[in-house]
């Protein structure tokens, strides 16, 4: 499961900097897979469909800091708790029930971002 910023985000920016992915991003501000990661240009997706990591991606919110669920693996491999909950001040990084997964399906993203 990743983790999702609420509506709730005072926008004070102390998440960003602790995210070993690279996983979360101003608000308005474009993504990349490239971001933070030894990913580089044209990855499959295992179902077909391929995306050049180094383009951008619209952002996924416009008014608060958010994390894309894609790139987020509730820090595992890294820490042992979600290191932007951790340091949130107001609790608003919080268990999103839209992007479930296992234990060993967040160690296989994880090295599929670190270790090609
Ligand atoms: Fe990044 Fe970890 Fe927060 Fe996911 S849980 S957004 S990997 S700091
Ligand atoms: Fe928002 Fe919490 Fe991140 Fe601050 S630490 S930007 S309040 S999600």
Redesign the pocket.
């Known amino acids: 499961m990743a983790i999702i910023?609420t509506e709730e985000?005072?926008?004070?920016?102390?998440?960003?900097p602790e995210c070993p992915n690279n996983a979360?991003y101003d608000p308005a501000t474009a993504w990349r897979f490239s971001d933070g990661t030894e990913l580089i240009g044209i990855i499959d997706l295992g179902d077909g469909d391929t995306l050049n990591t180094e383009e951008t991606q619209a952002a996924l919110s416009d008014e608060?800091?958010y994390i894309v669920p894609d790139k987020c693996t509730e820090c595992v491999g890294f820490h042992d708790e979600p290191q932007?909950a951790a340091?949130?001040?107001?609790d608003?990084?919080v268990d999103d029930p839209d992007h479930r997964e296992t234990k060993e399906e967040l160690l296989n993203k994880k090295e599929f971002m670190h270790l090609v």
């Not at 985000?9 to 960003?16: D, L, P, Q, R």
């Not at 340091?87 to 107001?90: D, L, N, S, Y």
């Open positions: 910023i985000c005072i926008n004070c920016g102390a998440c960003e979360i608060v800091y932007c340091v949130c001040p107001v608003c990084c």
